[in-house]
């Protein structure tokens, strides 16, 4: 049973930077080729979960929200079954639980454009509190 383990979290000032990691464990190296999507999603209360970021099985980079565009970076490395989120410049309106995903089936539509739902594989979260 694949898990995907989030990591990297924490509290930082407004201006600040964190880097997020997130492990695909219980699988051989490798098995994130498998992936045709990985995607960062965040949750505040009260709102729907949103994607801010995803990456796609030829590492074409897209971010699906222009509020973190140029702030964050993602990026994976197959061979380590691992994916990461750069930000930078945060705000507190990056205040929320950053989850990682990912999807397995092929689609050709833009990973960024999936929801939620389209996604098979979630990790536990990892919190993310921006002060001002």
């Known amino acids: 049973q694949v898990q995907l383990v989030e990591s990297g979290g924490g509290s930082v000032q407004a201006g600040g930077s964190l880097s997020l990691s997130c492990v695909a464990s219980?699988?051989?190296?490798?098995?994130?080729?498998?992936?045709?999507?990985w995607a960062w999603f965040r949750q505040t209360p009260g709102k729907e979960r949103e994607g801010v970021a995803a990456?796609?099985?030829?590492?074409?980079?897209?971010t699906s929200t222009d509020s973190v565009k140029g702030r964050f970076t993602i990026s994976r490395d197959n061979r380590k079954n691992s994916m990461f989120l750069q930000i930078h410049s945060l705000k507190p309106d990056d205040t929320g639980i950053y989850y990682c995903?990912?999807?397995?089936?092929?689609?050709?539509?833009?990973?960024?454009?999936?929801?939620?739902?389209?996604?098979?594989?979630w990790g536990q979260g990892t919190q993310v509190t921006v002060s001002s």
């Open positions: 219980r699988v051989a190296s490798g098995f994130a080729y498998s992936f045709d999507c």
């Open positions: 990456i796609d099985s030829r590492d074409l980079i897209t």
């Open positions: 995903a990912a999807r397995r089936e092929r689609t050709t539509s833009r990973c960024a454009d999936l929801g939620a739902a389209d996604y098979g594989y």
